[in-house]
């Protein structure tokens, strides 16, 4: 069955940095896009970052571009999220997701997500 399973989060200072893993399993991994979505406290789920199958294409929300990365690996069937010059705004869960086309309509799969906090 299809599995995301990210990892990496954790305390960090501000100014610090993560690299943020979303291990993949269950489908064919380079077949599909990956998105890369935040919760804060209170606020909604919002979606931070983008990159296509082959890598070469991605985009970024405004909060977070040019301090953080989006990449992947398909050798590995992982997708991975640098985060540089952390602040406190930055403080969420963070969780990978995927759609994938099944029994004939798009299904969104999800991580269990990873919690950074941001703090000093």
């Known amino acids: 069955q299809v599995q995301l399973v990210e990892s990496g989060g954790g305390l960090v200072q501000p100014g610090g940095s993560l690299r943020l893993s979303c291990k993949a399993s269950?489908?064919?991994?380079?077949?599909?896009?990956i998105s890369w979505y935040r919760q804060g406290p209170g606020q909604e789920r919002e979606l931070i970052a983008h990159?296509?199958?082959?890598?070469?294409?991605?985009s970024y929300d405004g909060s977070v571009q040019g301090r953080c990365t989006i990449s992947r690996d398909n050798a590995q069937n992982t997708g991975y999220l640098q985060l540089d010059s952390l602040n406190a705004e930055d403080t969420a869960v963070y969780y990978c997701?995927?759609?994938?086309?099944?029994?004939?309509?798009?299904?969104?799969?999800w991580g269990q997500g990873t919690q950074v906090t941001v703090s000093s």
């Open positions: 990159i296509g199958t082959a890598g070469d294409a991605t």
């Open positions: 997701k995927i759609v994938i086309f099944q029994d004939s309509r798009w299904i969104d799969y």
């Open positions: 269950g489908f064919a991994f380079s077949d599909y896009g």
